[in-house]
Structure formats: structure tokens, C-alpha cells
């Protein structure tokens, strides 16, 4: 045994010491759990154990054994009947590594290079079925203690938040992971939704079980959901069309989760790689909070859909304006509804006059109604760009004092 192994052999009590004081200035629940004195004393013979069986395996020149992994499988199994979240679980792991790196760089000081260089050469090698021998016990542990809904939103946060035990939850629920996803955020306005958080975990289990999507309740007021995507590059959803597969099932979870909700909701997406998942998800966001609600959705929109809406979000100069356009709508009969029908056809008079069910004559009446009230023609091309903005930010629940309920947009 080299110098460098012997001195870490004698300072490998005070060095586990010192690694159980950080867990539990660090890390709340080790705080708890090692109050309890049997339990720090497990602790702290865990973090002996596991620098001398190092020192021993380095001097050896031998791989971690089958009855090493399965004693270190055998504590995450403990962490995680204990209580223990998947966050601290991985936590854990990073503060060991990072306690132990700096054990061999302070002993080895003075010391042979060479033998510093093998036994970070070791310790680097058998980190990954060490670290796989951990979560995979503990991951199974968590199987059996904790909710389905539970785990589905812990896995949504794990890959939003970019962590490397993702993937080890995602084989445990039997999802696939991907390189790219389409998040979506599904925004119930006005009233939380369900009196409790089961309603949440009820949602959240049963689109799980139909469609194997990961999402979670970000806020009481936003579903995020992350859809496996192809990677184009897109700033609309509407890459996947609603005539495709992939635009059928995308159409289908949205569908079945404002169905369970239960009233009108808005729909934001926007695609992004796995490694950038959170800041997708703020854009997704940002796009639903401009996006128009909907009973029975048939928009999801992306940046591409709702880009002047964003601008006009932003400015509250513009805001201010295209409200007061908003107040004078509601004073004719029925012309928001009127103008979304236009628009979505195209400015096609007889698909506008059929879709709300009305002659073509009264149509013309209404369109005029419009330009008498704003002072704007909603067929020229400044007429568009500004009533058809003003339309998408009523939809999207804006000024909900500027005007009464909208009701439901017709079907084409």
C-alpha cells in the first residue's frame, strides 16, 4: 500500500465525520433522520466503510464487488424508506463525490502523482455502478412507497430541472426518454381547479396511464405536460399536424385534460432540446398566457401563432390602446364572436356566415357595426392586424372587465 492510500486509511474516521456534519448542515432530511443517535451512528459507518473499501480495492487493483453494490443498494433502499426525496437521494451522491475529490487532492500533497492519478483513475471508474447501485434499489423502493402521480410529477420536475436520476425514474414508470420535447402548458384561468390536491394527483395519474407523457401541476393554474418531439426546428406546434399521427395524439392529451378540468383553458407550446427544458417551459408559458381559451381546444399555440400578442402584451402603452378598441366592441351585438369567425376563415364571407350560422347580410351588417364603432375596416390589411390582435387578446381572457363571457368559438 502506497503512502498516499496509508495516510487516507488513517484519516478515513475523521474525514466520514466530516462528510456526515456536511449531509447534515446541507441537507434537511439527513438533519432529521441523523437526530435519532442509531441512525447517525449507521450513517457514519456507511462513510467509513465506504473510504476503506476504496483504499482496499485501489491497493488491490480491484472493481468494486457484487456483495460491495449490493451493501450500497442495500442504502438507498433504507434512504428511501426513510422518507427520503429523490432531490436529496441525488444530492447526496454529488456532495460524497465532491467530499471525497477533495480527501485525495489534501492527501496527496507531497505525494507520488502517479498514485493520486490511479486512484482518481479508480474512483471515476466504479462512480457509475456505484452511483446505479444506490438509485436503482432506491428508485425501486420509491416504486412501491409512493404514488403513481407522485412519481410522474417528480420525473417531470427531474427532467425539467435537467437531473441526472431522470432517467432512472423514467425506466421505473416505463417512459422513454427523448432529445427533444414539445412542453405544453395547459392555463386554467379564474378559479383553482378541484377543491384539493387530489383532484391535481387524480388528473396527473389517470393522462399518465392513457397517454405515458410526463407532466405535473406547476402552479394551481398550469399543467405542464412534455411530449416527445422530432426536433424540427419550429416555433408553431403546427409542425404537427392535426392530420399526422403524432398531431392526433398531441390533439388527444390536450383534449382529455381540459375535458377533466372542466372549463375553458388556454393552450401554450414551444419546443426545445432535454438539456434546456426549463427555459422552453417559460416560453410555453409565456404563449399560453396570450393564447385563447377554449372549451373544446382546437389551438395550440406557438410563438409562431401569437407573436404579435406577445409584443403586445409587453407594452402597456399598446395594451392600453387595443382595450379601449376591446370596450367598443361590447357595444355591438355579438362582434368579437363575429370577428374570430371572419378571421379564421380567412375573411372567406360565406365560411364566416356559415360557421356562426347566420345570413350573409347580417354579417356585412356586423362587420360594418365594427367600423362604425373603432373607425377601422376589418378587411384592409391595418384592419386585420389590429382587430384580429384585439380578438386573440379578448379570447385569451386579457380584459375580462372590458367585456361579458365569450362564448364558444364556431366549429369549421
Known sequence: MSDLLRLLMKRSDANARAEVSAYIRELPEYRRETANSRAYAETLDYAVWFRRRTIECVSEDQSLVAGDLSFIGSIGQQRARHGFSVHTARRVLTLHANLMLREFYDAAEGQDVQELLHLLSWF???????????????MDEEQLRLSLATRVRT????????????????????????????????????RLFGPTDTAHDDLIASVFKDHLVPLSWQQPDELLALVPHDGSVSLSPLSLSPMTSDGDRLMSLVREIVERVGRPCAVGTAAGPMNALNRTADLARRVAHVAPLET????????????????????????????????????GPDLVMTLDAYYRADMNRLAAATALHIHPRTLDYRLRRVRDLVNVDPGSVRGVRILSTVVARILAGAWPQAQGPVPPAPAF
Open 124 to 138: 471515476g471508474t466504479q462512480g457509475t455502478p456505484g452511483t446505479a447501485a444506490y438509485l436503482q434499489p432506491y
Open 155 to 190: 420525473l417531470t420536475q427531474l427532467l425539467l430541472t435537467g437531473d441526472a436520476t431522470a432517467p432512472d425514474l423514467a425506466r421505473s414508470l416505463g417512459v422513454g426518454l427523448h432529445d427533444h420535447y414539445l412542453v405544453v402548458i395547459v392555463r386554467v384561468p379564474s
Open 296 to 331: 373544446a381546444p382546437r389551438t395550440l399555440s406557438g410563438v409562431a401563432d401569437v407573436f404579435v400578442e406577445l409584443g403586445a402584451a409587453q407594452l402597456t402603452e399598446v395594451d392600453g390602446w387595443l382595450r379601449e378598441i376591446a370596450c367598443r366592441l361590447a357595444n
